[in-house]
């Protein structure tokens, strides 16, 4: 397991635009949520022990803020060298987590590419700008992702307030960290 930190966006960065399958085999895009001030697109998965310790954060989150923030979860990681990743066990991992979002599986790899994405889960709070969806916030959920009772920063939440709340992003995003997007060879 590589762990690596979350890679250096600008704010106000264009996100790319995408089509992806949700574990229901819809295909979802970020245009299905424009009536919302933003878009939490969180690229995660099954297996890294990073990323299921932000499972239930990010699902308390949605709970919190999903009036006006809209949020995804995408699984780029290659089934092939991780199998406990492929689809079949995402649509498991969506009933047995009580997911109350669309988990979409990036077979291809081509968004996790096209936003960056380096790690699981690697967070990227969009805001909606006239219809266009702009980076607001890229880093990480919290100062201790080990133990949520001995959170001192919950970066991720104040965000979120933020954003529903008008304000300006934070200067000071300090990087999500994780276990290394599973690349195809």
Request: proline letters at 8%; a negative charge.
């Amino acid at each position: 397991m590589a762990l690596l930190n979350s890679y250096d966006l600008p704010i106000g960065w264009d996100a790319p635009d995408f089509k992806l399958p949700n574990t229901e085999g819809n295909v979802i895009s970020p245009n299905n949520f424009q009536e919302k001030k933003g878009l939490l697109v969180v690229f995660t998965c099954n297996h890294c022990p990073y990323a299921k310790a932000s499972w239930p954060l990010v699902i308390d989150l949605f709970h919190k803020f999903s009036k006006d923030v809209g949020f995804l979860a995408v699984n780029p990681n290659d089934a092939i060298t991780h199998p406990e990743d492929s689809y079949e066990i995402m649509k498991e991992k969506k009933i047995e987590w009580n997911i109350p979002f669309d988990y979409l599986h990036d077979a291809s790899q081509e968004i996790a590419k096209a936003y960056k994405a380096q790690c699981t889960p690697d967070l990227y709070l969009l805001k909606n700008t006239d219809g266009a969806w702009k980076l607001f916030y890229h880093g990480r959920i919290n100062d201790n992702w080990q133990d949520p009772t001995a959170v001192q920063e919950k970066n991720l939440e104040d965000v979120l307030a933020d954003l529903v709340g008008d304000k300006e992003p934070p200067k000071d995003q300090k990087p999500s960290m994780g276990c290394s997007i599973k690349w195809k060879k």
